[in-house]
């Protein structure tokens, strides 16, 4: 935490002061060399280091589907052996699930829940670092497993007693086990973090019901996280106990029921659906009234549905254990349930067509991504109401129907729609657009590719073609399914190709190039109010917000006719004082050193216990020393009510729980009243 008065001498040699006029913000700009990086506490470089990290796991899991496909494009496959398939589709499954859709999710809720509720960071700056490098050992941690004895091959659920030793010897189940359990850490301490931002964090007059759809959807997102993550954390802490010290809690013979691991394996499963389409929602619910020029059809509809969602999602999870021997009532309750959450999100579709409706609409590259993953997700939610009807998911489970129905969700309302985020705020989070030629392009590819891959399935599991197997005879009319399925699969490959090169064509065009400017879509929520790329500092002065899509009315108001008018230019409605006196936690090397103890503590429960010591040690060194850093904020010693946070975590909640809240200009060692 430092007072900005003068210039810090920063050791890295990043580059002289901001070359904004912000008065008396005289510390220099964030510089941008290695240990800016991996000492920052700056929300929107960890929100860019997840997606970084996040798009290299996507094109991790990316190969490994390719090569699954390459295996199954001809009967009889010898590409790949049925140990090594059986690696593969587990990896894929958990880097996709894990490393790369979660974390691109958190990448978008660090960088922009902050900005969209007026804030000038998260409730605990540090704890987001570690949060970040947490997750990225584990994901080290995990793909080490290629390299040390090979990948888990339990499939992304491990049932038990596969993953037990008898049937899973090897390390690759406790590569699966302590991965998830070192990353669930992470998203763990994130999403308190962001709860605790969201709740406590919003600038004055931003209450709960003037919040964007997006910032709603990520904070449910991180409720579901809250409660999900223990279960799952109990099923891997059992499996664990069960493998290294022969303990019998999955174990038949032993007496136990392995249907335990699988309630609740999918008690954290199911609602992990939602943790990974709620944040695409959200995105979908900021591009489309942008692009429709209107508001959002039914505002408290759309929150109140994303809100059931994270409700009913905990009453249906045994609809994935229909033919698991549970009993007909169970079965019955379970398809009802299952029905019954169809509703909800069905209010989220009729509330986005009903926005575009009569709408101005504006076809760029983002909007042709929300629409595409309207469409996509509805064809796999109607495929999942199938599911729900017991009787027909007895034929339909564990074969390619629901590999095709849940990349349809996953795939095409998931990772359509972050993509379209990424369109729309590149120019904020770089300074600079993505070309939209090159985004149609990269978007018809993407959406022609996904259906060829994952359309055919539906066919295929149909016929009767399960999943999970290595290779098919001839004969069984699985041959031309497959193949257009596997060259589907490379038509996505060859989409995710564009867009690499879109990025790198882009930022090397950039320079000559007019500046995008604070708000290149004409958009509606506060992030579009600063300058782009964020200032560091976000704000120059935390705004009072007064309605809902405070930004659009700062820019526009309504004539008597009740006509919509322009009321001012950007950087008149942008007008809200200078920067004077911000504070910004400064950075810490200790989240990474905390970080980097827990993977070794894992490698010695497998290998040899001196990697467990060593962790132990580092990691316990690391939260000491981060207890002790020196947190030389003036405003430290202030007593109760002055409501100050940030490194240190010394928050102060001045009490007042109105929904008004109190924090949001404060960042370490601010002083409420003093802005
Ligand atoms: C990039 C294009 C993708 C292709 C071509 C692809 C292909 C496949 C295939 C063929 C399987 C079935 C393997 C089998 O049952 O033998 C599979 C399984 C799976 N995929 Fe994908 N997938 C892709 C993207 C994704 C994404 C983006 C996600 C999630 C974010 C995902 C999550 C999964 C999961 C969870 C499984 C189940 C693994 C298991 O059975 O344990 N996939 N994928
Ligand atoms: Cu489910």
Redesign the pocket.
Known sequence: MAIIEEPLALETGSPGTVDQPLGMLTRPKGGNGWRDWVSTVDHKKIGIMYGVAAMFF?VV??I???L??VQ?AVPDGQVLSAGL?NQ???M??????FL???PLAAAFANYLIPLQIGARDVAFPRLNALSFWIWISGAVFVNSSWFLGGGAD?????YSPNSGVTFSPGNGVDFYVFGLLIAGIASMVSSINLIVTVLNMRAPGMHLFRMPVLTWMLLVTQFLLVFALPVITVALFLLMFDRLFDSQFFNPEAGADPLLWQNLFWIFGHPEVYI?ILPSFGIISEIIPTFSRKPIFGYSFMVFSGIAIGFMGWGVWAHHMFVSGIGPMSVAAFSLSTMFIAVPTGVKILNWLATMWGGKLRFSTAMLFAVGSIAMFTIGGVSGVTHALAPADTQQTDT?YI?AH??YV??GG??LGLMGGAYFWWPKIFGHMLDETWGKVHFWVMLI??NL??GP?HVLGLQGM?????TYAAGFGFEAWNMV?TI??FV??FA?LIFFVNVYRSYKAAPSLPAPGPDPWDARSLEWMVPSPTPEHNFDEIPVVESEDEWWHRKYGYDEDNRVVRIATIEEAAQDGSAVGVHLPAPSFWPLVVAVGMPLIAYGLMFTLWLTVVGGALTAFGLYSWALEPVDDPDADHGHGDGHHGDGDDDHDDGGDTDEPTMAGVTAGDDAGGE
């Open positions: 996507f899991g990316g490994e589907a390719l699954i496909r199954l398939y593969l589709f587990t894929h499954g958990v880097t996709m699930v790369f859709i979660m339990c499939g992304w659920f491990c990974i390619y590999v849940f990349h996953i795939f998931g990772v590719g996904m891959t994952f399935m399960s999943r999970r197997i290595d399925a589907g699969s996505i490959a995710v």
